[in-house]
Nanobody
Framework: LVRLVESGGDSVEVGGSVRLSCVASEFSQSDMFFGWFRQAPGKEREVVGAIYIGGGRTFYIDSAKGRATISQENSKDTVHLQMNNLRPEDTGMYYC???????????????????WGQGTPVNVSA
């Protein structure tokens, strides 16, 4: 059983930044996708972006492009989500998810991921 643990959530003001981390109990340097999702109160979970560990390619939803960066920490078992210029609509619980397979056409789908963390909260206030 793979365990994912997120950290780094915070309360910030509009325009601020957060750097979230996700540590995996098992890790592979190939054929592994990590996704970052968020869920605002009363809303469905939505994808923010994903990273393919095998090559480092990243994917983002339109509202996160230019503000979000997903990266792997020096070939270690940790993936980060850096979010800048935060908006009130970025508020929510942020989750990381992982899957060991080709996810090129599925990176945005929560149903495609096998493992999930417990989440870390981000609150953006005006």
């Amino acid at each position: 059983l793979v365990r994912l643990v997120e950290s780094g959530g915070d309360s910030v003001e509009v325009g601020g930044s957060v750097r979230l981390s996700c540590v995996a109990s098992e890790f592979s340097q190939s054929d592994m996708f990590f996704g970052w999702f968020r869920q605002a109160p009363g809303k469905e979970r939505e994808v923010v972006g994903a990273i393919y560990i095998g090559g480092g390619r990243t994917f983002y939803i339109d509202s996160a492009k230019g503000r979000a960066t997903i990266s792997q920490e020096n070939s270690k078992d940790t993936v980060h989500l850096q979010m800048n210029n935060l908006r009130p609509e970025d508020t929510g619980m942020y989750y990381c998810a992982a899957a060991w397979r080709n996810m090129w056409d599925e990176w945005y789908s929560s149903a495609s991921y096998d493992y999930w963390g417990q989440g870390t909260p981000v609150n953006v206030s005006a």
